[in-house]
């Protein structure tokens, strides 16, 4: 069954401005108090289960596009737990646990595969899915039948040009230093789903998709026959350690990898490090959203909101005591993450998070409390979802999206804001996406990473 939106292209974008500009729309949920007797019981906590949603669940009889936004917020916490989950050895859920159980082992998400281990030099054909990918050569020097269960390979440092990037997106800005001065990193992992089309169709080298030669069209999930179609995942990662404590983050090892074919003058390094996860973004094609549901999720500390009073002693991104710091602006030239220490990055977030979500936050807070006290989860927290208002828009191609803006403080630091073609927007950036033959590669730059 296709979700229907009861409103205009037009109406749709006076609501995705409204929640932009933080107008809320609907109220918030209230415990209603009788006039002579005692409020009723509370809402029921949400229910934390492994499934993926495929589809949004539309409450209520006449759904409004606020209704609908609280609705994909759901949609997203459903999909932050179930990615979360404590994960079998070939990467499905284990039922037998919750999310927070078996703290700091591998998850869900962590089964998908790196983007690095697609794309490789040469367009050579890669591992088959589950098979163990080929470490660079200054990796070798460690040991791997030593290596923690799950250790990632980081490499990439930001959306920026000529620095170990593995991003194409048209934003130039820079990598994110952490209090500890050194820089973060982050990954992207797509889904078996994703890999799959990728491999079936050679997307993974240029000869490839020139000889594919279409735009490309991801599987999406299909809710009638509970098929999970692509998802991707972007994570951002900050080294454990200093003004890092590792029991307030969701933890890996990293084998963190300075490459020099990708930025001049750095040297080639490969350092075995505990990391801990600042932030999390999920894209996921639906049967009823082909432009995506894009999800964000980051850690409670990463940033105070502009124009309010910080309310911590410390932060991941953000220093309450620097009285000349300059706010959301990238560090200066030349970018070398092998330098012992940088002066640490200045951010704030632009557009507040919603009460609305604060709200649903707390709710899921609480829920992973319950299930697993101490759960190391209820320190991620969700900035908001983009989803179309207008998916068969024949005016806008990107759906009409609502809220207009989303940014990850973590992953779009410094392009935050409200201006058209300048601020992130997950939609109106990935729409610009193409392979390396200029074919629209559906909503990702990663096509085009093919050699």
Request: charged share 15%; proline share 10%.
């Amino acid at each position: 069954m296709k979700t229907q939106y009861p409103f205009s292209r037009a109406q749709g974008k006076y609501f995705a401005w409204a929640l932009l500009c933080g107008i809320s729309l609907f109220p918030m949920a209230q415990v209603l108090v009788a006039a002579d007797g005692p409020s009723t019981a509370p809402p029921p906590l949400p229910v934390l289960t492994p499934q993926i949603p495929l589809e949004i669940t539309v409450t209520g009889s006449k759904p409004t596009l606020a209704s609908l936004q609280h609705d994909f917020d759901v949609f997203s916490w459903q999909s932050f737990v179930a990615l979360n989950w404590p994960a079998n050895p070939d990467g499905s859920p284990n039922i037998n646990l919750t999310i927070g159980q078996a703290t700091n082992a591998p998850v869900v998400w962590e089964s998908y595969r790196e983007s690095r281990t697609i794309f490789l030099p040469g367009g050579a054909t890669p591992a088959k899915w589950g098979e163990e990918s080929p470490l660079p050569p200054v990796c070798k020097n460690i040991d791997a039948k030593h290596l923690p269960a799950g250790t990632m390979l980081l490499t990439q440092v930001g959306k920026t040009p000529n620095v170990l990037d593995e991003s194409g997106e048209p934003f130039k800005t820079g990598p994110l230093i952490d209090q500890n001065g050194q820089y973060a990193r982050f990954s992207i992992m797509t889904n078996y789903a994703m890999f799959n089309y990728i491999v079936t169709y050679k997307l993974y080298s240029k000869d490839g998709q020139k000889a594919f030669n279409a735009d490309a069209n991801f599987p999406s999930s299909q809710a009638s026959t509970q098929q999970v179609g692509s998802i991707m995942i972007k994570t951002a990662w900050v080294k454990m350690g200093g003004k890092y404590d590792p029991s307030k983050f969701y933890t890996n090892y990293a084998l963190v990898y300075d490459d020099p074919q990708e930025h001049a003058g750095v040297k080639p390094s490969c350092v075995l490090e505990q990391v801990g996860l600042v932030g999390f973004h999920i894209a996921h094609k639906t049967a009823d959203e082909p432009q995506w549901i894009w999800s964000t999720f980051e850690h409670v500390d990463n940033v105070p909101t502009m124009g309010e009073k910080p309310t911590l002693t410390a932060y991941n991104f953000f220093d309450p005591h620097c009285k000349d710091c300059k706010i959301n602006q990238p560090p200066p030239r030349p970018w070398n993450p092998g330098t012992s220490y940088t002066k640490p990055s200045q951010v704030e977030r632009v557009i507040p998070i919603t009460p609305e979500a604060q709200q649903l936050n707390e709710a899921y807070h609480q829920a992973l409390a319950a299930a697993v006290p101490g759960s190391v989860w209820v320190n991620y927290e969700l900035v908001s979802t983009q989803w179309p208002t207008d998916a068969k828009s024949k005016i806008d191609p990107t759906g009409v999206p609502a809220p207009s803006f989303l940014a990850n403080t973590t992953l779009e630091s410094y392009i935050q804001g409200r201006v058209k073609q300048t601020s992130s927007s997950c939609m109106a950036c990935h729409n610009n996406a193409t392979s390396t033959t200029g074919n629209f590669s559906d909503f990702t730059y990663l096509l085009q990473r093919a050699q």
